[in-house]
């Protein structure tokens, strides 16, 4: 039974990332078709590489690979080159970084990102994991400034069982953030997993109320937060990579959750992220179910994004 639901996921993946191999994988195959391997075709390949978002370092690493294997005589022909890029991606991400909230308790998780990525969508997603696990979870409503995030949160919060801590529109988040600390220390409770806004006045004042929420949360319990991840929508491309490095230099991000993966040509960008910042992709997101959101695992997607649907 675990088999078939596994296998089920991964073709959803396939499907999902079906627009980015149409924009990196497909085009590859097209420039091979009657060439012969030479300088001119890796420039090609170079340039498929970069505009699938894969980064100009991914790019690079790849093609001087190619062109080691090409000149040593590893590389021949077109099926040569795809199994080359193949293997050279799958490695370029690294091992996988799982989210494990085990041995610890209570487990924090700091969610940062910018507004529209999924944020809080994402929270919901890993409560119901967590809780059907069987784990006592807390929600804070760190984002204070919308109250349609806290509304949300609500709904999340009763749909998958989890406590919720929130406080008035327009108050501290890092109030917040410390009472539901306390609240799941004195309730025995297992993870706490905390909201924050993703757009405030502007980009100095909402890392500083980040900090500042960082800094709250170690007076409760010094090693926390024990995960801080930035949600990443997939369809943004390049601004990812910028995205995760202003949070990163903010408050030292821990994984990278990766979503709409479903709906953008952009997916190249996991190779861009880790690439650069050397940030892992912890989970992944292609839909909106609460099962639809998976730890990330570097030899299935790569897979997912070079095999043909059907």
């Not at 690979?65 to 690294?94: F, P, W």
């Amino acid at each position: 039974m675990t088999f078939i639901f596994a296998m089920g996921f991964f073709d959803r993946l396939k499907e999902g990332l079906s627009k980015t191999r149409k924009n990196f994988v497909e085009r590859v195959e097209s420039v091979l078709l009657n060439r012969t391997i030479d300088e001119s075709l890796l420039d090609e390949i170079e340039e498929i590489l970069i505009g699938a978002d894969v980064g100009a370092g991914t790019a690079d690493d790849i093609i001087q690979l190619l062109r080691q294997k090409v000149r040593s005589g590893a590389v021949k022909n077109s099926d040569d080159v795809m199994t080359c890029i193949r293997a050279e991606m799958a490695k370029l991400l690294g091992h996988p970084q799982r989210l494990v909230a085990e041995g610890i308790k209570p487990y924090v998780i700091l969610m940062v990102g910018v507004n529209g990525a999924g944020k809080t969508t994402t929270i919901g997603k890993l409560s119901q994991r967590y809780v059907d696990e069987g784990k006592a979870v807390v929600l804070a409503a760190g984002d204070t400034f919308r109250a349609a995030a806290v509304e949300q949160l609500e709904i999340w919060a009763e749909r998958t069982g989890a406590s919720i801590i929130k406080h008035q529109q327009g108050s501290d988040p890092a109030a917040v953030a410390f009472d539901a600390v306390e609240a799941a220390k004195s309730r025995n409770a297992d993870v706490v997993i905390i909201d924050t806004a993703g757009r405030l006045h502007n980009k100095t004042q909402l890392m500083d109320e980040l900090r500042k929420i960082n800094r709250v949360i170690k007076k409760s319990i010094p090693d926390a937060p024990h995960d801080i991840l930035l949600v990443v929508d997939g369809t943004t491309g390049q601004n990812a990579v910028q995205q995760a490095r202003i949070f990163n230099e903010a408050v030292g991000l821990s994984g990278i959750v990766m979503t709409k993966l479903d709906g953008t040509a952009k997916g190249g960008i996991v190779f861009a992220i880790y690439k650069e910042l050397g940030i892992p992709i912890k989970l992944i997101g292609i839909g909106e179910k609460a099962d639809d959101l998976r730890d990330f695992d570097a030899d299935d997607f790569v897979k997912a994004l070079f095999e043909k649907e059907g």
